[in-house]
């Protein structure tokens, strides 16, 4: 993905796109609050972490669900879903 190419403006035109076709989308909101972090936009990811927190029942998505709070320095939030975060 634009992501891992080093392509985080791309990988957020893309998330946003994902979100038009379906804004319900956990993953969609997920990746793109991963990717405002990257970017330094945390004022924007609040409401997309929201939404992704339905992915809480997969161990995967919930633990880079807390990766990403707590990158958005948001750790109480990330030790509340999954207790200690390996980054």
Known sequence: NWER???P?????SYESAL????????A?????????RLGRPDQVDV???RAGQ??????ARNRLAV????????NRAEAIS???ED
Do not use: F
């Not at 990403?68 to 750790?75: D, E, H, L, V």
């Open 55 to 60: 992915l809480r029942k997969d161990p995967s």
């Open 68 to 75: 990403a709070y707590r990158a958005a320095g948001r750790a």
């Open 20 to 27: 038009l076709l379906d804004s319900d989308s956990p993953l």
């Open 5 to 7: 190419l080093g392509e």
């Open 9 to 13: 403006e791309r990988a957020l035109a």
């Open 83 to 85: 207790g200690k975060v």
């Open 48 to 50: 997309h972490l929201d």
């Open 29 to 37: 909101h997920l990746n793109l609050a991963v990717v405002l972090v």
